[in-house]
T-cell receptor, first 110, second 116 residues
């Protein structure tokens, strides 16, 4: 069974600081997604990672994938308040089976 | 980019009534759509996979007779919550796969159901 574990579940950090969110999964996968969700809203796609060693960056967020370790990271650089949201990783296996991590609720304080 | 639209955005209904939620892919055809449920402060849980022209595949623990899924066309899937009860109150999100764009998944805006 495909299991996806995110760490940490809650994160409070000061503006300007850096931090990394981790996503571990239990079996081989086809692709890995990172999403952002604001309260009361649906998911906003941030990154799709397809292969081992993939690294993608958008603004203050950078995602990487290590398929051998079954680990993806979402790194936050110099956090700002606007990044406050819940971040989910999701892993797809067999092209259809998509499982979500529990989510990391990020609060960035001034 | 591809757009998936859900309707209604939110609905409040009385206990015992049925509610239908629509999920439409607006600019692509989707042979497969997915329905998720999200309780407050929790992650998304896959309820079922909706396949155009065939029966939906339900996840373990999801009642087929309770959550009726119909995928009658390549752009529309519907989820009907039958005889809704307060414990069915949740945020329901659909997603659709665009096979023409490397199978990329696109999510709807979500539908918030409150059962009184």
């Amino acid at each position: 069974e495909l299991k996806v574990e995110q760490n940490p579940l809650f994160l409070s950090m000061q503006e300007g600081k850096n931090y990394t969110i981790y996503c571990n999964y239990s079996t081989t996968s086809d692709r890995l997604y990172w999403y952002r969700q604001d309260p009361g809203k649906s998911l906003e796609s941030l990154f799709v990672l397809l292969s081992n060693g993939a690294v993608k960056q958008e603004g203050r967020l950078m995602a990487s994938l290590d398929t051998k370790a079954r680990l993806s990271t979402l790194h936050i650089t110099a956090a700002v308040h606007d990044l406050s949201a819940t971040y989910f990783c999701a892993v797809v296996r067999n092209n259809n089976d998509m499982r979500f991590g529990a989510g990391t609720r990020l609060t960035v304080k001034p | 980019g591809a757009v998936v639209s859900q309707h209604p955005s939110w609905v409040i209904c009385k206990s015992g009534t049925s509610v239908k939620i629509e999920c439409r892919s607006l600019d692509f055809q989707a042979t497969t759509m997915f329905w998720y449920r999200q309780f407050p402060k929790q992650s998304l849980m896959l309820m079922a996979t909706s396949n155009e022209g065939s029966k939906a595949t339900y996840e373990q623990g999801v009642e087929k007779d309770k959550f009726l899924i119909n995928h009658a066309s390549l752009t529309l899937s519907t989820l009907t919550v039958t005889s809704a009860h307060p414990e069915d109150s949740s945020f329901y999100i659909c997603s659709a796969r665009d096979l023409d764009r490397t199978g990329e998944l696109f999510f709807g805006e979500g539908s918030r159901l409150t059962v009184l």
